[in-house]
């Protein structure tokens, strides 16, 4: 759940986003991100986004298997 590691300082509802270069699935329900590794993953980069529709924040996070 990403709720826990993003705030909005206006106290504005976030809306999160996700992708993957390669290698794993994501899907965003709210803040919640699930991932689906692919067969024969090893290694990628998550980007989650954290906006309130006026700004826009960006965290990388690298996954390994």
């Known amino acids: 759940d990403f709720a826990q590691y993003f705030s909005d300082p206006d106290g504005d ?3 999160y986003l996700a992708s993957v270069s390669e ?3 994501a899907s965003v329900s709210g803040s919640i991100v699930t991932l689906t590794p692919e067969e024969g ?3 990628t980069t998550l ?3 954290a906006s309130d529709l006026e700004e826009s924040v960006r ?3 690298m ?3």
């Open 63 to 65: 996954l390994t298997s």
């Open 59 to 61: 965290a990388k996070i």
């Open 41 to 43: 993953f090893t290694t």
């Open 13 to 15: 509802e976030l809306v």
């Open 47 to 49: 980007t989650i986004v």
């Open 23 to 25: 290698g794993v699935k």
